[in-house]
């Protein structure tokens, strides 16, 4: 099946890239997975042989994140999207305060969401600086007796990221679809992690949460089956059938990783792409314009403007030409953008430096 | 790619067996999607790529099953479960009320979630006959202010399936999980269709809504934005991430049925596997006894004991040394059940057939 495959510079914002020896993997036992005459995708999630998929995936995941024995792992659906009201749903309650960071679109998202289930206020705001920044830990306001602090990790569209959480007595909760599992975490200082597996774990279709068992037993009770975390996690994810192809996927991800030395290796390649290109931005003099604030700069997705608009779009038309892929910046900001997930090469991001570096020398 | 591919007869209750013409389209496609250099899964669901097959796989479902022009189609995710808190959501208020023909666990669930929201009442219960009948529509009882009627078209634990709907005033809504697609049905009696894909659509983790559109005007509008169906409808279920690969195969499950010849070769091929298994029952004089009322039984799932006990368990033993994969009754009533889903093939069918009358022979 090896000859030479045709790969994509790939840096799609989410959906995005995959590795290539997990497609090459999936697609060998794509019809007989291990000898079942069967595709995973046909498996009854009730069989041993989906079971063990399942349970190896959540094994991996405990390991590589290091998520402490008093946390359930739980795949659900619905995305990251969804996760904005399942939270407030299961955790909030009509004269409850809950503090949300505001750090861009989708943590405006989340506290819109909030709002039809109790009382949310903002922890901080970095709008009136068009979200270049990630509000310093001092600049956070909440108190003893909200429900939860949200924070959104990455922020996908802007190109931030937080650098340090903050310790605090009430419960954190946070946002990591864009940049779960590319470096190190602390999961003991959150009450909850969720995040869509589209960006670093896998396909689009799983949403993964990492809940703090207490937290369970304290929340609301009168919602939706399907809506209530402790279904899931009393079931082991399997109350209803899961997205089992896509739960698939993401353990083969994490498989890969594993194979490559673990989150130290993945951190390591990450700062590795991301300075390549934060140096072709910092060393223009002034053609590409960053905008995030250094010290919030995400190693995940880096955005940037061409400093005058006409030359911005003939930098993207390039850029497309030569086979970029997906680095327009998200429709509602506009600008450039590109997506450094994990799974995206070194020499994907290597090539895009030396693009950017020759359009500067052609066009500056 | 086309050595002899080893497959089981899969009669899994869903998930369940794919076309492996599909199966084997998808995996030469696979890290390689029509020369993007990427795998679908890789693919930004706000591209042109996969724009196209989102619109393909909703253009298909149309025309296969003919539906009318003010309908909406929708891909969502949570499965059926999830959609049993939707509807009650978006179309039941507290004060009113909404009848639910029980007639399995599934239609228990349904009614239980409903109970959040409004008054759902029992249109009729075959409960007292453990669920082997579907009621006659002269049984069903419901009221002109109802904010809607809800049956479950087939009983997948049960293998009893409705022959015919009631034509009548108010929103019928119909659970049609496990036999979307088996067979013709008349789409513009319906106010809203909801099916898991992971029976006769494709893998699991979409679930397929087809929605009257005036329904969704009327919808309630005070609840969260991912359980709104107007929210999807607005944005052709591109609000959020959808489960692209997902969506993809069931496109091509899609391209599979109108291949060979749509739905009436389907229900064709239905018929004939079904009866092949239903003559072993009826001819077997009583070794193998039926759970479904002839009038009521399912061309999916067809559900059976075997006369004693230590019979039963030795033929689902030799059954499952034989490579039938699926066979044991849903883990909630036991038996023996084997699903015949659209992708079954004629020959799997035939061989349980034999194999259900040679155990008989031998053990009769």
Not at 88 to 117: C, H, R, V
């Amino acid at each position: 099946m090896s000859i030479q495959v045709k790969r994509a510079y790939n840096f799609n914002a989410g959906p995005s890239a995959l590795p290539l020896e997990v497609l090459e993997k999936a697609q060998q036992e794509f019809i007989d997975f291990r000898g079942t005459g069967m595709s995973v995708m046909e498996l009854s999630h009730r069989s041993k042989d989906y079971d063990e998929v399942h349970n190896q995936a959540k094994a991996s995941l405990k390991e590589l994140l290091s998520i402490p024995d008093d946390y359930e792992i739980l795949f659900l659906q619905g995305g990251a999207s969804l996760q904005f009201s399942m939270i407030p749903m299961n955790f909030l309650t009509p004269d409850q305060k809950a503090s949300y960071a505001i750090t861009g679109s989708w943590s405006e998202k989340a506290f819109k969401e909030a709002k039809l289930f109790g009382n949310p206020y903002e922890a901080a705001s970095t709008k009136d600086s068009n979200f270049s920044r990630i509000p310093q830990l001092s600049e956070l306001k909440y108190n003893a007796d909200d429900a939860y602090l949200h924070v959104t990790s990455n922020n996908t569209i802007f190109g931030t990221e937080w650098k340090d959480y903050p310790a605090i007595d009430i419960p954190l909760i946070a946002d990591m679809s864009s940049d779960i599992l590319s470096r190190p975490v602390d999961v003991s200082k959150f009450a909850l992690i969720y995040a869509g597996a589209q960006k670093n774990l896998g396909p689009s279709g799983v949403t993964v949460v990492i809940v703090r068992k207490d937290l369970l037993e304290k929340a609301n009770t009168n919602i939706p089956t399907m809506l209530k975390y402790s279904t899931h996690a009393e079931k082991n994810s399997l109350y209803n059938t899961p997205p089992t192809f896509g739960i698939y996927m993401l353990g083969e991800v994490l498989n890969w990783v594993k194979g490559i030395g673990g989150m130290n290796e993945i951190v390591k390649r990450n700062e590795e792409k991301a300075k390549l290109l934060y140096d072709a931005i910092d060393e223009s003099n002034g053609f590409y314009v960053g905008h995030a604030a250094k010290d919030s700069r995400s190693l995940m997705n880096v955005t940037f403007r061409v400093k005058d608009e006409e030359l911005e779009k003939k930098f993207l038309a390039e850029a497309k030409q030569e086979g970029f892929v997906g680095v327009n910046g998200h429709r509602s900001v506009g600008g450039c953008r590109a997506s450094l997930y994990n799974a995206v090469p070194f020499e994907a991001a290597k090539a895009f430096s030396d693009f950017m570096k020759q359009f500067q020398k052609v066009n500056g």
